[in-house]
């Protein structure tokens, strides 16, 4: 074994490629028939989308397991620990099984040169393998036609909310953006799009390929109704749902598409009212207008883009708050930084902005001078972070949003 430690690993991982992000399926092809894993034992569900994508695979493995399956998810980036990335029914993989799978990625790979996220995606494939996982749901990392969890046929394929972002690698606007998502349908094989306006290109590709495409709005419908929700298709009917634990009204749609996509696995994966029941009000998720216990309120969100932005702030809107809000804000500079502040814009009083430790990231500058120059510059999260929790007063409330990094690092300094 090259490493014995995962954070060796993770460090040289890091420098083996000679760029962050190449998106390509050659390498990791030729790498996973190496393995044997082209076609694993387990059925797979990809889901791909700009925004919903973790709360979709979240509420997908909840489910799924709270029916009785054994259940495996690969998501990216993680907030705390790399192993978050990769989860047996519910349970982060060890550092033990990271570093074995890795080692054996290494061996398989033989010269050919990986990227940081294709080391992890084959050893996520490679782990759940081992473990025996009767359904794996898997997060694209980026796009979807040539993303690294691509490599695998989906049984299904979910396509959540699509919206600009990644403009320098996925293109600048929702058509372009859209065809990349709809890489990861395959001829024959069902596919759901919880988009409600999808692009046309999506719908164009689905027809080319041949992919039953099932549409939000057209092919699933959901209404809200005193605190519960029901769903229906043109085979089946839910009353009585449960919200999702995960906050926000959108999250409704989010599930949504996720009964959608288990409708197209019923004949195999059967899951009667009980586990839906069970699985929505036992989800969780990191991150996602995550309140943080005690004072002043802290509210963690992952939202980087637009369409994220505005879901914070109507989150936000519908939460009690008599004081100020502070936001601290870090973000990476492939973002729309202009219009994601802007959105966040009419509820926020103060601005604590901040770098981040990494080549992709805007500088706290250029977020200030996007804000017209309302902000305060600090030189990292952690420093900004505690910035805003020291000038809360009495009902006041802190949020911190821009990125997962920016979240994963106000998390830490509030262990």
Not at 103 to 132: K, N
């Amino acid at each position: 074994m090259r490493f014995l430690t995962l954070d060796d690993w993770l460090r040289w991982q890091e420098s083996l490629h000679p760029s962050e992000i190449e998106l390509g399926l050659e390498r990791v092809r030729l790498v996973v028939q190496r393995m044997g894993l082209v076609r694993p034992d387990f059925a797979v569900i990809i889901v791909a989308g700009t925004n919903g994508k973790g709360s979709s695979v979240a509420m997908l493995a909840s489910i799924l397991r709270a029916a009785g399956y054994t259940v495996g998810s690969y998501t990216s980036p993680h907030l705390l620990r790399y192993n978050e990335r990769i989860q047996v029914d519910g349970e982060a993989v060890t550092d033990e099984a990271l570093c074995a799978s890795f080692a054996r990625v290494d061996a398989a790979r033989g010269d050919t040169s990986l990227t940081y996220f294709e080391f992890g995606t084959l050893a996520a494939i490679d782990i759940l393998q081992r473990r025996g996982v009767e359904i794996a749901v898997l997060e694209v990392g980026l796009g979807g036609r040539l993303d690294a969890v691509n490599v695998l046929d989906a049984d299904v394929a979910l396509i959540t909310p699509i919206d600009v972002d990644h403009v320098a690698w996925l293109g600048t606007d929702r058509e372009a953006i859209g065809l990349e998502k709809a890489g990861i349908l395959r001829p024959g094989r069902p596919a759901v799009c919880a988009d409600p306006a999808p692009p046309a290109s999506v719908l164009a590709h689905a027809r080319t390929l041949g992919a039953p495409l099932v549409l939000a709005g057209r092919d699933y419908r959901y209404a809200v109704d005193d605190g519960h929700w029901c769903w229906q298709s043109a085979s089946r009917r839910r009353h009585a749902l449960p919200l999702p634990a995960l906050r926000g009204n959108f999250q409704v749609a989010n599930a949504a598409g996720v009964l959608a996509v288990l409708e197209r696995l019923a004949d195999r994966f059967p899951v009667d009212q009980r586990a839906l029941r069970e699985g929505l009000l036992s989800v969780q998720l990191p991150g996602r207008f995550h309140v943080l216990p005690g004072t002043p309120q802290r509210i963690l969100d992952v939202a980087h883009n637009p369409h994220s932005a505005q879901a914070l702030v109507e989150n936000l809107a519908q939460a009690a708050c008599n004081g100020r809000t502070h936001a601290v804000v870090g973000m990476l500079a492939d973002k729309d930084i202009a219009a994601t502040l802007d959105v966040l814009r009419g509820g926020v009083d103060h601005w604590y902005l901040a770098d981040l430790a990494l080549s992709r990231a805007a500088p706290a500058s250029a977020l200030n001078q996007a804000l017209r120059g309302q902000g305060t510059c600090y030189a990292d999260v952690a420093t900004a972070y505690a910035a805003a929790v020291a000038e809360a007063g009495e009902g006041d409330r802190v949020v911190v949003c821009g990125s997962f990094h920016t979240v994963a690092e106000a998390l830490a300094a509030s262990v």
